[in-house]
């Protein structure tokens, strides 16, 4: 068997096919492929501040329903990422986000709690597979030295998705909308979560005029459509006419993708950078999305406290037994007809979590405009610290506006280094199983997602200082894993 490194050979053909245009469209469409991944996992827990009276949820049927969506996500992450591997990247990204598009329809239709898991598992054992794919792709298409910024601008889209869903709720959740009968109703946040679907049928659209992803045809030994590939991004980049370098991309020719070639491919330090990268992941994401899933929950809470306002207090609100529901959904048994409980949802119940994504924006892209000069390791360890020192401060805040400034904070801190992370993954794995690598460090991201939702309302019963401790601790042993994580050294591709 042997071997020929090629990662310079082709960052010279992608430097010499430009910066221009097609990254351009990249950007754009990382934008809606981040909403996508944000509107699935994110939009229910927007929803839920206006439809939680009409289906008297619990603090724990609120973590399911957040944790559905990782659920799914565990569940689909490996298939995705062979498909990803052996089929291309392309017609991964079109096809989740079409099962996406269709099984978030469904639950915007659903009327009852059972079936919203259902769509809510569904709806992200699809979206995984295409966010994962994304990401590759954004890191295939860009030579080394554009990639790192790439990465980030993709985690800065993130923080541009967060800020438009609490503007989607702030004009559609508190109008009075509703359509429908005693059997069957259509109120305004499942009209929410009706247009929460627009960016994946966007993205499935617009990935069908995209090529594959170079790097995976070369692997593949698919040469004469990768070159035309890059003609293609060189034509868009605006370098028409110009030759590209004369370099070892057709030695590639006998590539050929199998299992045995994968297992050749990785190194001892491939696995360690993946059981230190994993176990970042989970302890980054815990915390991340099971605070950024309950965040509505609490601004919604402190808005109502309003004076004297601490996180503590906030907690301790949510621990207050549920007044029986107002109004009941068609498969419930009005067993009080008295008005007990009111959703009373209005516009600026969600300006609190607008401040809260125009902090993480600015904050992510003072990170992009660092990204390019300082080591990803030491930017994550860094970002690590310095959430430590923000979760300290969610005890000393004592204000509305000091409660929502230190989770703004909080959250932004934890996408620069989620992004990190991933950034991380696409410089350490070879080609050949880079989404798989990817898939399984994401996988277990989304299981802590899970874990973190389920663990969150236990903590906050035994109160606020246990919320505290554990994501100190999370903190901690996040620092711990990067400073163990190995140099990566040069990829190399194998031929058989």
Not at 276 to 297: G, Y
Not at 378 to 384: A, C, E, P, S
């Amino acid at each position: 068997m042997d071997s020929l490194d090629t990662e310079d050979d082709l960052d010279a053909v992608l430097i010499a096919s430009g910066f221009g245009g097609f990254n351009v469209i990249m950007g754009f469409i990382s934008l809606f492929v981040s909403m996508a991944i944000i509107f699935c996992t994110s939009i229910f827990s927007y929803a839920m501040t206006s439809m939680e009276c009409e289906l008297s949820l619990t603090n724990a049927e609120r973590g399911t329903l957040n944790g559905m969506v990782y659920f799914g996500m565990i569940a689909g992450a490996t298939f995705w990422a062979l498909i990803s591997d052996n089929l291309g990247r392309r017609p991964v990204i079109i096809l989740s986000h079409i099962g996406d598009a269709i099984f978030g329809n469904i639950l915007a239709l659903s009327q009852n709690f059972p079936t919203m898991c259902v769509c809510k598992f569904l709806s992200g054992l699809c979206i995984c597979g295409g966010y994962s794919s994304f990401l590759t792709y954004l890191a295939e298409v860009h030579s080394s030295s554009k990639r790192t910024p790439m990465m980030f601008l993709c985690g800065f889209m993130l923080n541009i998705a967060s800020g438009i869903l609490p503007i989607m709720a702030l004009i559609i959740l508190p109008s009075d909308f509703k359509l429908g009968n005693d059997k069957f109703s259509y109120a305004s946040w499942q009209l929410f979560l009706t247009l929460g679907t627009i960016p994946s049928i966007i993205v499935a659209i617009g990935f069908g005029f995209m090529p594959e992803s170079p790097k995976f045809d070369i692997h593949h030994g698919k040469n004469a459509r990768a070159m035309n590939t890059l003609k293609k991004i060189q034509y868009l980049n605006g370098k028409r006419g110009q030759e590209l370098p004369d370099i070892t991309l057709y030695k590639m020719e006998k590539a050929r993708f199998d299992f045995k070639g994968m297992v050749n491919a990785v190194k001892k330090h491939h696995l360690i950078a993946l059981a230190n990268l994993v176990v970042i992941e989970v302890c980054i994401l815990m915390c991340q999305n099971t605070i950024r899933l309950w965040q509505p929950t609490f601004v919604q809470i402190a808005r109502q406290q309003m004076e004297n306002v601490t996180f503590c207090g906030v907690v301790q609100e949510l621990n207050r037994p549920k007044p029986t529901p107002t109004t009941v959904a068609p498969n419930m048994t009005n067993v009080n007809a008295e008005q007990v409980c009111k959703s009373n949802v209005k516009a600026s119940a969600y300006l609190g979590n607008l401040y809260i994504c125009i902090l993480c924006f600015d904050g992510f892209l003072i990170a992009m405009l660092l990204a390019g000069h300082y080591d990803v390791v030491k930017m994550l360890v860094g970002m690590t610290i310095i959430s430590s020192l923000i979760t300290i401060a969610f005890l000393l805040a004592e204000s509305y506006l000091g409660v929502l400034t230190v989770l703004g904070l909080y959250l932004c801190v934890e996408y620069v280094s989620a992004m990190a992370v991933n950034n991380l993954a696409v410089h350490y794995f070879p080609t050949i199983v880079r989404t798989t690598f990817l898939s399984i460090i994401q996988f277990s991201g989304r299981f802590g997602s899970l874990v973190g939702n389920h663990l969150l309302p236990q903590l906050m019963g035994l109160g606020c200082y246990y919320v505290i401790g554990w994501l100190i601790a999370s903190d901690i042993t996040t620092v711990l894993a990067s400073l163990l994580l190995p140099k990566p050294q040069k990829r190399q591709v194998v031929m058989i």
